[in-house]
């Protein structure tokens, strides 16, 4: 069975500084995707960035990079130069093939708050 | 990035009332998929469907029912509400190709309180 664990259920950064969001998972399957989602407080579900199981290179989207370690399967979410725009629910998740058609597995989310 | 939208946005509605949540996409994505979520807490898949007169039942068990008459169309229906079904209902689509790839694109949400 898949898992995704996010050990942080709240985090503040400053303005401006970078920060890291913790990712681990767990999976048999030597095939799979993982996703970070952003939630606001208006509840809308936003995708951030995707890592492929067999990618070479850590994905980038702008601000966003995934710290993508797959001996130690962690793929945490460092968001740079936060704004505070930024604060917000975050949700790592993990698909493959095998589930159910790539069906999405959530984390339990992590709070992050920008601090002025 | 895909356009898809949910009607109503929010609903408060009284025990026993029968609701169907709208979903629809533009993006002419074959798979969508129902999730609900407690505030703050992570989602739960309760529909998906790979197409047209295609639904599944998701890991989490629902009194829900869906169906898909249209590919842009997939809406869930409760027949009777109840206080626990007051929740947040979360449509999503994406592409089938099977790859780990497909991302799933979410709509706005409908926050949902039965009273």
């Known amino acids: 069975a898949q898992k995704i664990t996010q050990t942080q259920p709240g985090m503040f950064v400053q303005e401006k500084e970078a920060v890291t969001l913790d990712c681990t998972y767990d999976?048999?399957?030597?095939?799979?995707?993982l996703f970070w989602y952003k939630q606001p407080s208006s509840g809308e579900m936003i995708f951030l960035i995707y890592?492929?199981?067999?990618?070479?290179q850590n994905a980038t989207e702008g601000r966003y990079s995934l710290n993508f370690q797959k001996a130690r399967k962690s793929a945490n979410l460092v968001i740079s130069a936060s704004q505070l725009g930024d604060s917000a629910m975050y949700f790592c998740?993990?698909?493959?093939?095998?589930?159910?058609?790539?069906?999405?597995?959530f984390g339990g989310g992590t709070r992050l708050m920008v601090k002025p | 990035e895909a356009d898809i939208y949910q009607t109503p946005r929010y609903l408060v509605i009284g025990t026993g009332k029968k609701i169907t949540l709208e979903c629809s996409q533009t993006?002419?994505?074959?798979?969508m998929y129902w999730y609900q979520q407690d505030p703050g807490m992570e989602l739960h898949l309760i529909h998906y469907?790979?197409?047209?007169?295609?639904?599944e039942k998701g890991d989490l068990s629902s009194e829900s029912t869906v169906s898909r008459i249209r590919t842009e169309h997939f809406p869930l229906t409760l027949e009777s509400a109840r206080p626990s079904h007051t929740s947040q209902y979360l449509c999503?689509?994406?592409?089938?190709?099977?790859?780990?790839?497909?991302?799933?694109?979410f709509g706005p949400g409908t926050r949902l309180t039965v009273l």
């Open positions: 999503a689509s994406s592409v089938l190709t099977g790859s780990s790839t497909d991302t799933q694109y």
């Open positions: 999976t048999s399957d030597p095939s799979y995707g």
């Open positions: 890592q492929g199981s067999y990618d070479q």
């Open positions: 998740a993990m698909s493959n093939p095998g589930n159910a058609g790539n069906m999405l597995t």
């Open positions: 993006m002419g994505h074959d798979k």
């Open positions: 469907s790979y197409g047209v007169n295609s639904t």
